[in-house]
């Protein structure tokens, strides 16, 4: 009976693990046709179209940066890449490069801008080169373009990458960037020399002048501002037999001796000063000059607020070999004993939070002499300097090293002004004689006339500036020119001395303002200044 029951309940609970077996596949098989079943009606449904986008998105992204990242590949394997920032020279080079090839030929989007001597490398739009527009139209150069060039695919791209800050924000850097695909370096020398020899050849009518400003001043490209101006012909400058000549020979001598200071140890550097009463052709020397010997101009002001020591420093390490660094009027970084009387005998304000600091002297000696020829000097290029005031210099600046030589302007010595009038009136435009009005019996060469002018402006008291002006207003006539120099001579005598009577009645205000300010008690002006208001006097504390 037992074993029959033990049998019994083998048989039974063999079934029931049947059942239970049956009842978990069955579980199973109802959870797998329940997903099957949602994903039968998402299928049917919005949410499985917008899956099935999502998914194929997924794959054509994924196709596209497999595609880049191959093609980056073939580009690092089989091309070499060139970057071209703004404000290095080469920039130009090669913009000047992309304008002639007309690489953006196709470009839709153009900024128009009036004629003016700042350069754009613009587009020529009319059908004849020749014809000059009134206005250029310079393309944005944001798609990147393939060209060939000597028989070499290239592509070129422009991008803007962030600079420094600047007084207007931040500062973007124009980068262009050129790809060739070759592995041979020499095609893209060959290339940059092509450029090179392109700009030098569109740039020989003229002069290039590099400019700062220092509002918008960035850090990777400091010369922000470039100008291109006539080159002027050495004769129309006219100053003393041989002063002009020996200036262009010493530097021109310097430029091919590169060499020889290399061998003797000294630094490759050159520094001038030209000195003189304002008029007197000191900036227009530098311009006849770098005209004269192919180079281009780096001029800086040093009268803004904004330049201090490490801006000097940046601008002179900037400027390329063979280039002119030019700083006009230097003598305005070191303020003269006037302007200081003129600060200190300043009225104060009567309420101590309108009172503005004075500007604080931002270039120090020590800062300029170490651009000049400090360990920050840069060497292979000549650095030229003006002012009206020598006097204002500090010895230690116009010592030899620093300013290798010194050239004096004067005002008008009467050959230069006899020289100036027979170049305003050359003979080859009014022939070598003409027919005088009212003389009626004799004709006057245009030798005559010059001797007579010159005879009648007073030697050393005119600069060649005051009396080219006053030929420009009789360039027609020669003849009013020579008679009439007299008495605009009397004229401007009369108007020199009432310039002289208003500056010495300023002076003379200045020192008494400068008496009162100093004098016990201080009463009468402001800093001790008198409050009219209620008998109330206010003293500087």
């Not at 990777?220 to 100053?239: A, C, E, G, H, M």
């Not at 101009?297 to 030019?326: C, E, H, M, R």
Request: with cysteine; proline share 5%; aromatic share 10%.
């Amino acid at each position: 009976m037992s074993s029959y029951f033990l049998s019994q309940q083998g048989v039974f609970g063999a079934t029931d693990a049947n059942t239970q077996n049956s009842q978990n596949w069955m579980s199973s098989f109802m959870g797998l046709s329940s997903i099957f079943a949602v994903l039968g009606l998402i299928s049917q449904s919005h949410v499985g179209s917008s899956l099935r986008l999502f998914i194929l998105g997924t794959l054509i992204e994924t196709g596209r940066r497999s595609c880049y990242w191959i093609v980056e590949r073939f580009r690092i394997q089989y091309s070499i890449t060139a970057q071209f920032n703004e404000g290095d020279p080469a920039y130009e080079w090669i913009l000047l490069f992309i304008t002639q090839e007309r690489v953006w030929k196709r470009s839709r989007e153009f900024v128009v801008t009036a004629n003016n001597s700042e350069r754009k490398w613009a587009v020529k739009t009319a059908s004849d080169p020749t014809v000059v527009g009134s206005a250029e139209y310079v393309p944005t150069y944001q798609a990147p373009q393939l060209f060939r060039w000597r028989g070499h695919w290239m592509e070129i791209r422009r991008g803007n990458e962030r600079g420094g800050n600047t007084a207007n924000g931040v500062q973007q850097t124009a980068r262009i960037y050129v790809t060739i695909y070759t592995l041979d370096m020499n095609v893209l020398s060959n290339l940059v020399e092509d450029a090179r020899t392109r700009y030098a050849e569109v740039n020989r009518p003229n002069v290039v002048i590099h400019l700062m400003n220092t509002r918008i001043m960035n850090l990777n490209n400091p010369w922000n501002s470039v100008k291109r101006k006539t080159r002027r012909p050495l004769d129309s400058i006219i100053l003393p037999p041989g002063q002009l000549d020996s200036l262009v020979q010493d530097a021109e001598e310097f430029l091919k001796s590169e060499d020889w200071y290399i061998g003797a140890g000294i630094p490759h550097r050159r520094g001038y000063l030209l000195y003189g009463p304002p008029g007197t052709g000191k900036t227009s020397t530098i311009y006849a000059l770098a005209g004269a010997l192919n180079l281009e101009i780096y001029s800086l002001s040093l009268a803004s607020n904004n330049v201090d020591d490490s801006f000097l420093q940046l601008a002179a390490s900037t400027v390329p070999k063979n280039g002119i660094f030019l700083i006009e009027d230097i003598d305005c970084a070191f303020p003269s004993r006037a302007d200081e009387d003129d600060e200190l005998a300043m009225p104060l304000p009567l309420n101590p939070n309108s009172m503005r600091a004075r500007p604080a002297r931002v270039i120090t000696l020590s800062g300029l002499l170490n651009v000049i020829d400090g360990v920050g000097s840069e060497e292979g290029k000549l650095f030229f300097a003006t002012t009206n005031y020598i006097d204002r210099l500090d010895a230690a600046l116009l010592r030899p090293g620093r300013i290798d030589r010194k050239v004096e302007y004067a005002l008008s010595t009467t050959e230069q002004t006899r020289s100036l009038f027979t170049r305003f009136f050359p003979v080859s435009r009014f022939g070598p004689e003409f027919d005088s009005p009212g003389s009626g019996e004799k004709e006057t060469t245009i030798e005559t006339l010059a001797a007579d002018f010159a005879a009648s402006v007073p030697e050393n008291e005119f600069s060649t500036a005051e009396l080219q002006g006053y030929l420009q207003g009789h360039k027609m006539s020669p003849v009013d020119a020579a008679g009439g120099v007299v008495a605009w001579v009397e004229q401007e005598r009369v108007d020199r001395k009432a310039r002289e009577e208003r500056e010495e009645e300023r002076r003379r205000k200045i020192q008494m303002r400068m008496q009162q300010h100093h004098a016990p008690g201080g009463g009468g002006v402001v800093g001790g200044a008198e409050s009219s208001g209620m008998g109330m006097t206010v003293h500087k504390t």
